[in-house]
């Protein structure tokens, strides 16, 4: 018997307190720093921003955590019905629904594929939820339902609206088969199987004139699904029946999705973003362009390759530390909750991580160099309140270039031989 499980969930971008935490101008990291230049053999292996077309190619990916969508793999393809028998079934043999999600559990990232290349002053992520949000703050609190669950839900089912399905002209943003209103899709999509494993099967889903009426589609989902008289299954998922909205996630794990950690998956999502803003029936939405947050930016060292890693990412900088990859350093900037997009590389040759506020300087690096594009990895502040440093070792393999936001470690590295690039980006 086929099980379907959700494989979609989010990156956690860290705890969003601010810390004052300073690292950089104790000797113990400038060293550390400094004697990885001595160690590692010359060899030029890097540009600086003028000539990074010499960096060595890379072809695997990364240790950390993947940030880079595979959408060559994931994202689903409409396909003609002749083709194969299409699965027109709504719900599997357990009475869960069944759905295309466009992106796997590991590959799912905060930064919205459809925006990847943009280059706006508002938060990617805000963008999608404010498309969404006003339709799903008036359908939920019409129908006893918390419209934060229901923002969550459509985030994490379409990949921030980046799945085809979810697109223009199919606006399914939850990824539900059959049909609606005779209006229906015919995709690939991935599934799982105790007896097969992941395979790929076509299918028909959805199709509706707008995000409006997917979203309304979901409230009679939660309000109407029901297999006994009387008994309504998403019933434990209504604002009545609850105390709050981690209750109402929690009751949808195992039943609107199997995997066990869809609840804490939708839960994180709620609270990076302030979703709860949108449950309350009465009130001014806040300013989706007025940073409410800021967001720690944690460093790590690696003594193996000289690296210095930088993260957004809280679970990821846990997992790196558990896993003995290197020593944390602790937080070396807040960045802005929105900005200009600082992009993330990887060189696994090098096994080497690269930043940049420049996207020229990422297509020279992927299209001529073959470095994996890892996605937007934070944002910088337009105000240009903190400047964050770059400098470049031409003597070093890996970690070659190093940021920083405090000028006596830039002092000290430039005595030793490492050349200043100018500001790579600002943080708050």
Not at 347 to 353: A, F, I, P
Request: charged letters at 20%.
């Amino acid at each position: 018997m086929r099980i379907k499980g959700i494989i979609c969930s989010v990156i956690i971008l860290g705890s969003l307190s601010t810390s004052g935490i300073k690292v950089y101008a104790e000797d113990s990291t400038i060293s550390e720093v400094i004697s990885s230049s001595e160690v590692q053999e010359s060899t030029t292996t890097a540009a600086t921003s003028s000539s990074s077309e010499t960096l060595i190619e890379a072809q695997e990916t990364t240790e950390p955590i993947q940030t880079e969508e595979k959408n060559s793999a994931n994202e689903s393809s409409e396909v003609k019905e002749e083709d194969s028998v299409v699965d027109e079934a709504e719900y599997d043999s357990l009475g869960n629904l069944q759905f295309h999600h466009p992106v796997r559990f590991e590959d799912f990232t905060l930064d919205p594929p459809a925006f990847r290349a943009a280059r706006s002053t508002l938060s990617t992520q805000q963008t999608f939820i404010n498309q969404i949000a006003s339709s799903a703050k008036t359908l939920a609190n019409a129908n006893n339902l918390y419209a934060s669950v229901m923002i969550a839900q459509a985030i994490v089912e379409s990949g921030w609206g980046g799945s085809t399905l979810s697109k223009v002209p199919n606006h399914n943003l939850f990824g539900i088969k059959g049909e609606y209103n005779g209006q229906s899709v015919t995709m690939k999509t991935q599934e799982w199987s105790a007896e097969q494993g992941w395979h790929y099967i076509n299918a028909k889903f959805r199709k509706y004139p707008s995000f409006k009426e997917s979203l309304n589609d979901n409230v009679t989902i939660l309000k109407k699904t029901s297999f006994s008289p009387g008994i309504y299954f998403y019933s434990g998922a209504w604002k009545s029946n609850t105390k709050s909205y981690k209750d109402a996630t929690a009751w949808l794990t195992g039943k609107y999705a199997t995997a066990p950690n869809y609840g804490s998956t939708l839960n994180t999502v709620i609270a990076n973003y302030n979703l709860t803003q949108y449950d309350s029936a009465g009130g001014s939405t806040p300013n989706p362009t007025t940073p409410s947050k800021n967001i720690p930016m944690y460093r790590l060292y690696n003594p193996n390759n000289y690296e210095h890693f930088y993260t957004a990412n809280l679970s990821e900088k846990n997992h790196l530390v558990k896993i003995g990859w290197g020593k944390y350093e602790g937080i070396a900037w807040n960045a802005p909750s929105t900005g200009a997009s600082v992009y993330r590389l990887y060189n696994s040759t090098l096994r080497d991580h690269h930043y940049t506020l420049d996207w020229n300087e990422v297509k020279v690096l992927t299209t001529k160099h073959k470095w994996t594009y890892e996605g937007v990895a934070w944002y910088s502040d337009n105000n240009k309140s903190v400047k964050i440093h770059r400098l470049f070792n031409p003597n070093l393999k890996s970690g070659s270039h190093h940021y920083t936001k405090d000028q006596n470690e830039v002092n000290v590295l430039k005595t030793r031989g490492w050349k200043y690039e100018g500001v790579g980006w600002y943080a708050k």
